[in-house]
């Protein structure tokens, strides 16, 4: 099966002209509908957004980058095939099962699941924000997950993964600067608040329609959670062993020590193994100084707080 999108004809939607930045001082990047993206993504989304048809048992899980999408990822695979003897895991990453639809264009290799044609139920995600997702996403029945982190880990996730994919030899990006960029919105698939706050909001409008999961409540306790993702799916679990094994499945250091994550990369120019650090809450503490601290909760609140979800990320 391949993996290639449609072809596109944008005439209207010209990359070269749309208003640029640079991300981290490494990489170009553009902004679309209110959000930044490398500019390479930004054709295969607006593709995306204006071919693909969505079946009412899809499943799409959205998330914004380093809030926890490999193990989302992870954890839906196995809910999904709750009762098949393999375990699915440990043939290959999470990132390969389940594509991110517009970053396809990166795979190493063809993916199994073809965006377009697969059998369903298809299993995808995406890190677009939610007013650009195609409408027959939002007025089928198909069903959306989306996980989202406290904005400080978040950050300071990104900023090893960014160091440690994009500036391997080098001083690690000064986190001032990062903490501004994050703050300000010119960051990777940010505004963060804004891309948080769309699912938000949609998943109260909606409940049976978008799920939203914190990162810090699957942490806390993962078997309720995960139990309420069987139940949103339509996958309830029929007894309390079962999600267990799926917590013990999905949980960091097993992923982390899997030969398949160990080595090979599904995305170009990122081994599978940067997607596994520490999974902790609250790392932030170890690198921020009291004033970025200060600076990230102000935002925080500025921009969360009218939907109520300050408290949430505190
Ligand atoms: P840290 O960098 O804080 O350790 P994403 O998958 O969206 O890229 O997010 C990566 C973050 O999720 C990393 O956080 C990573 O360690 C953490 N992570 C990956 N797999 C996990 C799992 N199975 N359980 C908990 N956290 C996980």
Not at 57 to 83: H, R
Not at 179 to 205: A, I, L, N, R
Not at 244 to 265: A, H, I, Q, T, W
Request: with cysteine; proline share 7%.
């Amino acid at each position: 099966m391949s993996n290639s999108l449609p072809s596109l004809t944008p005439s209207s939607n010209n990359v070269d002209e749309l208003p640029k930045a640079r991300f981290w001082e490494a990489m170009d990047i553009c902004q679309w509908e209110g959000f930044w993206f490398e500019p390479g993504l930004v054709k295969p989304a607006i593709t995306f957004r204006s071919t693909f048809q969505a079946r009412d048992d899809d499943l799409l899980l959205a998330s914004t980058p380093k809030t926890g999408t490999t193990w989302l990822k992870a954890l839906s695979l196995c809910i999904m095939q709750q009762n098949q003897e393999h375990d699915i895991l440990t043939m290959e990453n999470p990132h390969f099962h389940v594509p991110t639809i517009e970053s396809t264009i990166y795979s190493t290799k063809p993916q199994k699941a073809d965006l377009y044609d697969a059998s369903a139920p298809r299993l995808l995600h995406t890190h677009l924000p939610h007013a650009v997702l195609p409408d027959s996403i939002k007025n089928s029945a198909c069903k959306i997950v989306y996980i989202a982190r406290n904005p400080k880990d978040t950050l300071i996730s990104m900023w090893h993964f960014f160091n440690s994919i994009i500036r391997p030899n080098q001083e690690p990006f000064p986190l001032e600067k990062a903490v501004d960029c994050f703050c300000t919105g010119v960051y990777q698939y940010g505004p963060f608040f804004e891309h948080v706050v769309e699912y938000w909001q949609e998943s109260q409008k909606r409940p049976e329609k978008i799920l939203f999961l914190k990162y810090e409540d699957l942490k806390t306790d993962p078997k309720a959670q995960i139990s309420k993702m069987g139940e949103f799916l339509g996958r309830p679990f029929g007894s309390e062993a079962e999600v267990e094994e799926v917590v013990e499945r999905c949980c960091l250091e097993r992923l982390k020590n899997l030969e398949v994550n160990r080595n090979g990369s599904v995305l170009s120019n990122v081994p599978n193994s940067s997607f596994f650090r520490k999974g902790e809450v609250g790392d932030w503490k170890n690198y921020l100084s009291p004033e970025m601290e200060d600076r990230i909760n102000q935002t925080s609140r500025l921009k969360l707080e009218p939907f109520g979800l300050a408290s949430f990320f505190s």
